[in-house]
């Protein structure tokens, strides 16, 4: 079965890049039609998209976060990359990774917290 795990620093200080990895086990990143995209919630705030890389390796992103998001893979490590740029307080939040087909997401990684503070 598909399995996702995030992984990175819990702490980062403004102005920063932030850098997290999602591992995928149990399955290809590159098998067809299949989403791989990051997702974070800020406390008590709702889940917000961040961006995503296809199976064939094109990227999308949030329009709010596209000046300082980038999201690449390593097909040979089966894991996918983001690194959020001048981070700032405002970027707390638990980062998750989970695999889309159409409009439906799943499996999830189970998140991983992400605290900006000086």
């Known amino acids: 079965q598909v399995q996702l795990q995030e992984s990175g620093p819990g702490l980062a200080k403004p102005s920063q890049t932030l850098s997290l990895t999602c591992t995928v086990s149990?399955?290809?990143?590159?098998?067809?039609?299949?989403?791989w995209s990051w997702f974070r919630q800020p406390p008590g705030k709702g889940l917000e998209w961040m961006g995503g890389?296809?199976?064939?390796?094109?990227?999308y992103y949030s329009p709010s976060l596209k000046s300082r998001t980038s999201i690449s893979r390593d097909t040979s490590k089966n894991q996918i990359t983001l690194h959020l740029t001048s981070v700032t307080p405002e970027d707390t939040a638990v980062y998750y990774c989970?695999?889309?087909?159409?409009?439906?997401?799943?499996?999830w990684g189970q998140g991983t917290l992400v605290t900006v503070s000086s």
């Open positions: 989970a695999r889309g087909f159409d409009f439906s997401w799943g499996p």
């Open positions: 149990g399955g290809s990143i590159t098998t067809n039609d299949y989403y």
């Open positions: 890389i296809s199976y064939s390796g094109s990227t």
